[in-house]
Structure formats: C-alpha cells, structure tokens
C-alpha cells in the first residue's frame, strides 16, 4: 500500500509523466544477475525520488514508517481510482485462497483464520480474538455449543448481532470458553471504482 501511495505521489508530482517504473530504473540502475549484492540506506530511497520527482520524500516515508494507528494506508488506492469496501459475500479470488490455505478465513471480521479440524491457523493484531485470548494452533472444539464446522462459525458471525459468539477451545489438553466480543456480520474486502476519478491503477497493473 507503501508503493501504491508512493506511485500516485510520482504520477501526480510530474504531472502524470513519471511513476514508480521511473523509480525503479532509477534505484536499480546498473544491477545485473551476476552483479555482487549492494546494501543501500534510507537516505538512497529518498534521493532516487528526488531524481524521478522533486518533494519531501523523507517526511512523506517517514509518516507511512511512524504513523502507526492515524495513517490512511489506503490512500493511495483511493488517488489511483479505486477504493477498499467491505461485503458480506466473499469473491471469488478470496474463496480460492482460503481453498489452498486450507482455512476460514475471518480476518476482516474476528481476526480469525481457522483450519478445517478447527485449529487456529492465525490471529490479526488486536482484533476481536486476539483481544478474547485466542492464539495460533488453539484448537475450536465448538461454537456456540454446536460442533466446529465451516458453517457453525459462518452461521454465528452472520447472527453475533443478537447472540453472542462463543467459543469452546482446546490447548494443552484443557477445555475452556471464550466469548468473542463481536457484533456484526461477515466481512470480506473488496474493489470499487470511484466514478468521478481516473483509474491508474490499471495503468500501473498492466503487463510491461
């Protein structure tokens, strides 16, 4: 998202004549496969975009590495046309990847990916199941005092507005329940053109 940003700043700095390709030639000029490995600095970033288009890179870098929390890191999908929703319907490329990961994958809503026998494969940073003590490789024994399945869990997400979601889980032989804090529905991220802006962004996408 970083790179997205950095993009749409070069596109629009030069009037829509350079972009991070410019960059690119810039940083790795003189690279070659048999070329020997070279270390480069903070410092080196900012100067091959100064080279390509003129600004404060430092300070624009260094709010995306120190912003934390209040950075809009979807800001640069927005400037290139599009911008990042939310539905409750999976598309088609997520439903592939939680096929070859072999999970469900809730991160947008509980934070929670979990595999097929109910183990906790991954938990997102401070969401709803990290925040209820859920880890990787605890294993979901059931939800809502039905067996864990696909559509047990599924089915408890769409209904946590009016009941609760709890969870029976397993680690280290010890049985335990814990209520998951979460009162929405199924979220999955998606695409959406905005209208009123050009779109860049396939520009930026397409095949070289």
Known sequence: MLWLAVDAELHERSKGLRSIDDFARVFFAGAEPDAPTRTYTFADICHALNRVAPSDWEGFLRSWIEGHDE???????????????????PTAAFQANEEEGGVVDLTYSIGLAVRADGTVRAVAWDGASYQAGLRPSVRIIAVNAAPYGRDAILNALRDSANHPVVLTVEQDGHRSEVRVRYAGTLRYPQLERIKERPDTLARLLAAR
Do not use: E, M, Q, Y
């Open 71 to 89: 950075l809009d890191t979807t800001s640069g999908l927005t400037r290139h046309g599009w911008r990042l929703i939310f539905a409750d319907v």
